[in-house]
């Protein structure tokens, strides 16, 4: 499957069992992660990141996300367990 199969051009999102899955949620997880594991970013910065992981949560998971890849972060996988 290609991402245009996914969601083609001209569609953002998509909704699974309830759950609505925009287009770049898996980017913004992984740009989100290193804002949040940055220990040079500003606090809030870091609260923000941290926010929107916990936010993108029911996406990821209802895509699958974490039943393919593991998290070897001991701190990140602490908070998704936590949400």
């Known amino acids: 499957m ?16 309830g759950t609505v ?10 740009v989100n992660v290193k804002t949040w594991s940055d220990a040079t ?3 809030g910065q870091r609260a923000d990141a941290e926010h929107d992981i916990v936010e993108a949560l029911p996406a990821l998971r ?3 996300l974490f ?7 001991d701190r990140l996988r602490a908070l ?4």
């Open 21 to 30: 899955i925009r287009k770049g949620t898996v980017g913004a997880f992984l």
């Open 2 to 17: 290609k991402a245009q199969d996914m969601l083609p051009d001209g569609q953002n999102q998509i909704e699974r069992n």
């Open 62 to 64: 209802e895509l699958g």
């Open 80 to 83: 998704l367990e936590a949400h």
């Open 41 to 43: 970013a500003e606090a």
């Open 67 to 73: 039943d393919v890849l593991d998290v070897r972060d």
